[in-house]
């Protein structure tokens, strides 16, 4: 059975935040008990005025005045305390829905083809899962979502109270709804707009930001201050532009368009009311109750026109959330372990000898997408505990080798095997845990060399990571340092040279015990002296492993096996070293354009 690429990860933001709020139900019903109750303390207080002005003044009857004035002071005091309770469980439940959206999202990012996720700035990662699924949860739901429903329980209620009152007086209110509404449905399209320009505006501005500080020692080098003083000063004036519109738009339709029409309407009803005062109809009481219900009735409608305004923002960072959703995972294969591999895929070091991995690719291409091709044919077969080399011109395909191997990257056609089992018949976690791998973009933690050398596994003994660093010339250089292993190294071990942050990346992949160490490029930063120790420091580490060497400087590779010759993404050349520099070709003319920087090696 072989496994193809996943199809498009099936969630979408709006489908896990129905998802979380189903699992909030507990909560979502204590919130409309309490909005509940809350609405029936709300509307005892007009009613207050009404007893207070019709009956309690007319009858000069103190005590029931006395009584109605404590109640105008407990009703606002108990009405503030549940609307604390309300604010937060709203604020709880929005954190849940953008908590759910942003670790779903992080958990599908951790598994996508690098080769989609390429396609995004940093900075567009980051922006969507921290801004777009926090203006989900915490201010969709928990600012608007939920207190429209809320206002849903205030508003019937008010409706009732108002209708109690004088139900005519209540149809001529209602007319501000429809009208309101209706003029803010038209501005939907200009505002999905809008926020999109803004939403993209802010994505540009992080990933720029993203960028620059990692790049702070190249801006200086070419003093290239002004011109990103500019760069800046240009998104600033964007962004302000772009901020003005959304903001004055936001009040527009929020507040000055439903404020308008509730005034006009409000004139109506102070009108009629007082014609219906003079026919003996209504009471002033009773219209001074409806007064004060009436506010609460457009307060909803207002809630309302804000929930649409900002249902288009939520609309607009769904869109960018779910475009990452869409992207396609890693395909995962059938979990099929080779012989060497079983108590590794378990997590639990073998006590037997290491035995290498064998490695073969029987035709196999690549081209990422550009036009060009990383890989073309390519057919070799690596025996267990081989030594090879690949050595080429920049560009020809080298590094695709070891994305290859890796699983980063999955071939057009042909097929790559370990250990007879064909890659896409082998789970990643399987294949990874074989192998150790010193890329030619080290990254690291900013955090301690010891966590550094263990990650992921931060209990790892002691006792084999400073084995594992003495193999590589590194351990005298950490235990000479004031803080040794516990050392923070900084943003991507920066306070680190090149050569210490290489031998540290070999401590790394050592410690994993693989039976097949790929290096890229692992000792293009070391000066002769150190490089020759890490050497010697390979021979020792590899025994018993196969490896492969990606490399640019040839002294790396000179006591390889075999070395195999790369141009144009296909082998050209392969043999011994001897073989290939009496051979007269392509390895040969690389040999004598780096002869002056390599020690002189008998043929």
């Known amino acids: ?23 909030q139900i507990p909560r979502l019903t204590l919130l409309f008990a309490l909005a509940l109750i809350g609405t029936a303390v709300g509307l005892v207080q007009p009613f207050l005025f009404k007893l207070l002005l019709d009956t309690a003044i007319p009858a000069a009857d103190l005590r029931l005045i006395g ?30 829905v953008s908590q759910r959206l942003r670790r779903d999202l992080f958990n599908h990012l951790l598994h996508v083809r690098l080769a989609d996720l390429e396609q995004f700035k940093t900075g567009e990662h980051l922006h969507r899962l921290t801004r777009s699924c926090g203006r989900i949860g915490e201010a969709f739901v928990g600012n608007h979502l939920l207190p429209l429903a809320m206002s849903a329980i205030l508003l019937l209620g008010t409706l009732a109270a108002m209708t109690a009152l004088h139900w005519r007086l209540t149809l001529l209110a209602l007319l501000a709804f429809p009208i309101s509404y209706l003029l803010t449905r038209k501005t939907r399209s200009h505002a999905q707009n809008l926020e999109r320009d803004f939403s993209s505006t802010l994505e540009a501005g992080q990933s720029y930001l993203t960028e620059f500080f990692p790049g702070m020692r190249t801006i200086r080098a070419f003093n290239a201050e002004p011109y990103e003083k500019a760069r800046w000063q240009d998104w600033l004036v964007k962004h302000r532009s772009i901020k003005a519109r959304v903001t004055a738009f936001h009040e527009l339709i929020r507040i000055v368009l439903p404020e308008t029409v509730n005034y006009v309407a409000a004139g109506l009803v102070f009108g009629y009311g007082a014609f219906e005062i003079i026919q003996g109809r209504l009471t002033v009481g009773s219209l001074v109750a409806f007064a004060a219900y009436l506010p609460r009735a457009y307060a909803v409608l207002q809630s309302l026109l804000g929930t649409h305004v900002n249902l288009q923002e939520a609309r607009v960072n769904a869109e960018k959330i779910d475009a990452l959703f869409a992207l396609s995972r890693e395909p995962t294969g059938v979990r099929v372990l080779s012989p060497g591999n079983a108590s590794q895929e378990a997590g639990v070091a073998s006590a037997s000898p290491l035995v290498g991995a064998a490695l073969t690719f029987s035709y196999v291409s690549f081209d990422y997408g550009r036009g060009d091709f990383g890989a073309r044919e390519l057919t070799f077969h690596v025996v267990p505990g081989e030594f090879i080399g690949i050595v080429g011109p920049s560009g020809g395909g080298k590094s695709t080798i070891i994305d290859l191997i890796m699983g980063f990257y999955s071939p057009q056609s042909g097929t790559i095997a370990l250990d007879g089992v064909d890659l896409r018949d082998l789970s990643l976690n399987s294949l990874r845990n074989q192998i150790g791998l010193v890329s030619q973009d080290l990254f690291f933690w900013n955090d301690t060399i010891g966590r550094n050398i263990t990650y992921p596994r931060p209990d790892e003994d002691p006792g084999a990571v400073s084995e594992v660093a003495r193999s590589v010339q590194i351990d005298e250089f950490i235990t000479g340092l004031p803080r040794d292993y516990r050392t923070i190294i900084g943003e991507r071990g920066l306070t680190l040279s090149g050569g210490e942050r290489q031998r540290l990346a070999i401590a790394r992949a050592l410690l994993k015990q693989p039976r097949l160490l790929l290096l890229d490029e692992a000792t293009s930063s070391l000066d002769a002296l150190t490089e020759q120790k890490v050497r010697t ?4 580490a590899r025994a018993g492993r196969t490896a492969i060497v990606v490399a640019h400087r040839l002294s790396t590779i000179r006591n390889a096996d075999r070395i195999l010759v790369i141009d144009q993404g296909r082998i050209v050349e392969t043999g011994t070293r001897k073989e290939l520099l009496k051979h007269g070709g392509l390895f040969s003319d690389l040999y004598n354009a780096q002869s002056f920087d390599l020690p002189a090696i008998a043929l």
Request: no cysteine; glycine share 6%; aromatic share 8%.
């Open 67 to 96: 009584l109605l004035l404590v109640g105008m002071v407990i009703v606002p005091v108990l009405s503030a305390g549940l609307n604390a309770a309300n604010h937060y469980l709203r604020a709880y439940i929005g954190e849940s």
């Open 537 to 540: 420091a390979f021979e020792e």
């Open 1 to 23: 059975m072989r496994s193809l690429a996943n199809k498009p990860f099936p969630q979408t933001s709006f489908t896990l935040l129905k998802k979380e709020l189903r699992n």
